[in-house]
């Protein structure tokens, strides 16, 4: 017959010039949450290196001020119906 639940490890008696456990320490984080932490960090550098390029790009682009016939005017006109 099998057992429903696993047996409990035996407990040995404590002596009492044991000192007290020691508190836990930071626990390490897992493999995935490190990876996780890892890509994020890569993809913030991206973003920010794409930025860069991105802007860089839009410097090589031509100058658009000389592309008008004539300079801006403060005309306003009115149409009736």
Do not use: N
Not at 58 to 64: G, N, Y
Request: aromatic share 8%; with cysteine.
């Amino acid at each position: 017959m099998a057992r429903s639940q696993p047996a409990r490890p035996r407990r040995l008696p404590k002596d009492r010039d044991e000192a007290p456990p020691e508190p836990p320490g930071p626990e390490r984080l897992s493999r995935w949450a490190a990876f996780r932490y890892l890509v994020l960090a890569g993809l913030i550098w991206c973003v920010l290196g794409g930025g860069l390029i991105f802007s860089h790009w839009i410097s090589e682009l031509p100058d658009i001020g000389g592309l008008m016939a004539a300079a801006p005017t403060q005309d306003v006109t009115l149409l009736d119906d």
